[in-house]
Structures are given as structure tokens and as C-alpha cells.
């Protein structure tokens, strides 16, 4: 599988990449992203208690929105909604006539009232939040088919395997995993299912703080996880 950097995929997909506003992605990131470190760590005493969990991802999908001008998403696992907003503002940016859908069991309708009173409206009126598993969503919707599918579910292999024996028929230009590690680790078995995939145009995309400053000074070379983009 071909690996690369989030600065060349970026490149490629027409993006220079000083042009990229890193403050609009933090905005959105600031409320559905940020994470706390854990007190005892080192990073906790020397960098700080916040960190950026690969915002970069937010970027890829932003930009996969506008140069493949998608019209329709359906994301598994909304979790506290990032990448689906930097998509949604995407859309509205670039006058795009589209609709995401996100399907996920738990949605927290306080902290979505909450986030509409710091993004714009139009934002979620690209947005269909739908209150489901995936596996019924499919069941449900059998003859549906999206431009972009952006799978970020239960991580565990017989779900992402699911995932994508539902969804390996239904997306018409771009298909993006989460969590591609190295050596799967308890709940995150995402490679497994993904290095069994064959004959599809496939990358390992290395994002995590790529873009974004990184405290904890991991070289380029050195980051060996990341997202898995499929293209047709």
C-alpha cells in the first residue's frame, strides 16, 4: 500500500498548501476535537494539557470535498461531529449542493444544541443526523449509494469488516478509514480488515499533526499510522 504525507496528498489534490487557513480547522476542532492529556504524563508537565488529535484529518476531507465536488456523504460514527463539519463548511464554502449523512447510535442532543450557537446555520443544514447502527442504516436503505464514505465506527474487526462489506458497493468516488495502526491494539482492528482489501487504489495517509505544530517532536519518517483513502 502506498504511503504518503498529508502535504503531498494535498499537493496533488490541487492544494497549495500556505493557503490553507490552520485557524478555521482549530475553530471547528476546538469544540468537537480537543483532547486532554492524562495529568501523570510527561507531555501533560512540559507541553501542556491540550492537544490536537489529528485535526489534519479535518483538511484531507475538506479539500476531497471540493476537488471531487461531492455531493452526497455518509459517514459511520459521528463521535463529537469534526470531520463531519469541516465537510458540512466545506459544501458552503465552495457552493456545493450536498448532503452529509451521519449515522451513529449515541448522539448527545445538549452538545449539538450547544455547537449551534458557535457554527454557522447553513452548516447543519447540510447535515442529517441520523440515530442508528450503521448495520441498520444499510439494512434500511439497501439501494442507497454516496460519493464519499468516510467509515469511523466500531473499530473492532467484525465491525469494520461489516462496515465495509456494506459499504464496498455503495461509494462512487472516495472511501476513507480511520485508524490504520500498525499492529491492531484492543478495539482498534482496523488494519487487518483494510490489508485484506485487494485490487483498489489505496494510501496510507500520514496526517497526525503534520500540519498543525507537533509538542511531541515525532519526525516525518517516523509516524507509521494514519487514514486509509480508497479511489476509484
Not at 107 to 125: A, I, Y
Not at 135 to 147: A, I, L, R, T, V
Request: net charge neutral.
Amino acid at each position: 500500500m502506498k504511503k504518503i504525507l498529508i502535504q503531498e496528498k494535498l499537493k496533488n489534490l490541487g492544494v497549495f498548501i500556505e493557503d490553507i487557513s490552520l485557524g478555521d480547522f482549530d475553530y471547528i476542532g476546538e469544540y468537537t476535537a480537543k483532547k486532554n492529556r492524562d495529568p501523570n504524563s510527561l507531555l501533560y508537565k512540559k507541553a501542556g494539557c491540550f492537544f490536537r488529535p489529528n485535526y489534519e484529518r479535518g483538511i484531507l476531507m475538506y479539500y476531497l470535498v471540493r476537488k471531487l465536488e461531492i455531493k452526497s456523504v455518509l459517514e459511520i460514527g459521528f463521535g463529537r461531529g469534526y470531520a463531519t463539519f469541516c465537510m458540512a463548511k466545506a459544501m458552503c464554502d465552495h457552493g456545493i449542493d450536498g448532503k452529509i449523512v451521519t449515522v451513529d447510535p449515541n448522539f448527545d442532543k445538549n452538545f449539538l444544541n450547544n455547537l449551534t450557537r458557535v457554527f454557522p446555520k447553513h452548516w447543519f443544514e447540510k447535515i442529517e443526523f441520523l440515530q442508528s447502527t450503521s448495520n441498520s442504516y444499510f439494512n434500511q436503505n439497501k439501494e442507497s449509494k454516496f460519493d464519499f464514505i468516510y467509515i469511523d465506527g466500531d473499530h473492532t474487526y467484525e465491525a469494520v469488516k461489516n462496515d465495509w462489506n456494506n459499504s464496498k458497493d455503495r461509494y462512487k468516488k472516495a472511501l476513507l478509514f480511520d485508524d490504520y495502526v500498525p499492529e491492531d491494539v484492543k478495539d482498534i482492528e482496523c488494519r487487518k480488515l483494510i490489508d485484506s482489501i485487494e485490487d483498489i487504489s489505496k494510501e496510507l495517509v500520514v496526517m497526525d499533526r503534520r500540519l498543525f505544530s507537533d509538542d511531541r517532536l515525532i519526525k516525518d519518517e517516523d509516524i507509521n499510522y494514519g487514514q486509509v483513502l480508497l479511489t476509484k
